[in-house]
Structure formats: C-alpha cells, structure tokens
C-alpha cells in the first residue's frame, strides 16, 4: 500500500507528537495531587490524623497559613478551614 505525502506527513506529525507525550510522561507524573503542586494525598490512621489535626490546630493558632499547612499534609485549605 503507497502512501501519499501528504498522508506520510500527516503520520509523521502524529508520531511527533505522541513521542511529545511520552517525554512529558515523568512531568505529569511528578505532580503530586494535580492542584498547585500538593503533596500527594495519604490514607491515614484513626491516631495519625488526630495528631495532625492537633499539629494543625496549634500552628494555626500561631498564625500558619492555611495554605503552607493544606500543601505540608497534602490536604485542602477546606479541610484546614473544617479542622477549626
């Protein structure tokens, strides 16, 4: 089967890009989260999350952002904002 120019281009084009894709493979994968960088999300224990819950309460009271503290424990800033 002859395949004209312009469909040889049009398959070049559509290697091109998929070997796009696959270099860029790693960048996706190293987002954690997706959203602004967080730290990729965790189930946690019945013990662990209290204690971070009473570590969140306590820097919040000295005056931590939300957001420094949604991106350390790969939360929301919602569920910052719900702890109080």
Known sequence: MALSKRQ?????KIIATAQKMLDTAHLEEARTG?????????????GEAAKMRADILAKRAKGVSAAKLAEKYGVSTAYIYMIK
Request: avoid cysteine.
């Open 8 to 12: 040889v281009a049009y398959l070049n």
């Open 34 to 46: 997706g959203r602004n960088g967080a730290a990729k999300r965790r189930r946690r224990s019945a």
